[in-house]
């Protein structure tokens, strides 16, 4: 079975510096697509950046960016120049042809 | 353009009760996931609706049961509701199934089920 793992369930940064959440996973599938996402207090689950797993290049949105390391089965999210809004829940997802599997979450705290 | 909305936002139910939560999609959409994420987890997924059918389920008993209608509008019945199935159930829309590629999912606020 596929698994999501986010080892770390907290993490501070200062405003304006940058910081890195950690998502491995477990598959034996080749055909699959990772996600992280974003879910603030007021619970509302957004999507911040996405990745086709056949796609050596990594994505990246504005201030938001991924190491993906397929062989080694890691999907870090960078987010750099951090901001208040950037405090939530972040998710890592795999999501395979039939299936969807979200880690269980790092809490991102920005401190002004 | 209309975002995914969910009703009810909060429900109280006793253990062995029946319940019935409702999704609208997102303009457009016709694929409508569901999911549980109880207190302090990530969510799971229930099973996935497309263009009326089942299309996809995860580790949930068959007391987990659904229905899409013709406007994509989606349902998640729960029977003989037990104390662990307290939770937040999410539902999200998207205009592809999860076979189709590339699809962005998006999210309603979510409905809080408590059981007692």
């Known amino acids: 079975a596929q698994t999501v793992t986010q080892s770390q369930p907290e993490m501070s940064v200062q405003e304006a510096e940058t910081v890195t959440l950690s998502c491995t996973y477990d598959t034996s599938e080749s055909d699959y697509y990772l996600f992280w996402y974003k879910q603030p207090p007021s619970r509302q689950m957004i999507l911040v950046i996405r990745?086709?797993?056949?796609?050596?290049q990594n994505a990246t949105e504005n201030r938001f960016s991924v190491n993906f390391q397929k062989a080694a089965k890691s999907f870090s999210l960078k987010i750099s120049d951090s901001q208040l809004g950037d405090a939530a829940m972040y998710f890592c997802?795999?999501?395979?042809?039939?299936?969807?599997?979200f880690g269980a979450g790092t809490r991102l705290t920005v401190k002004p | 353009e209309t975002g995914v909305t969910q009703s009810p936002t909060h429900l109280i139910k006793t253990r062995g009760q029946q319940v019935t939560l409702r999704c609208s999609s997102q303009s457009g959409h016709n694929t409508v996931s569901w999911y549980q994420q109880a207190l302090g987890q990530g969510p799971q997924f229930i099973f996935q609706y497309y263009r009326e059918e089942e299309n996809g389920r995860g580790n949930f008993p068959p007391r987990f049961s659904g229905l899409q209608f013709p406007n994509y509008s989606s349902e998640l019945n729960v029977n003989a509701l037990e104390l662990d199935d307290s939770a937040l159930y999410l539902c999200a829309s998207s205009s592809r199934p999860f076979a189709g590629g590339l699809e962005t999912q998006y999210f309603g606020p979510g409905t809080r089920l408590l059981v007692l």
């Open positions: 990745q086709e797993a056949y796609k050596q």
């Open positions: 997802a795999y999501r395979s042809p039939r299936d969807m599997r």
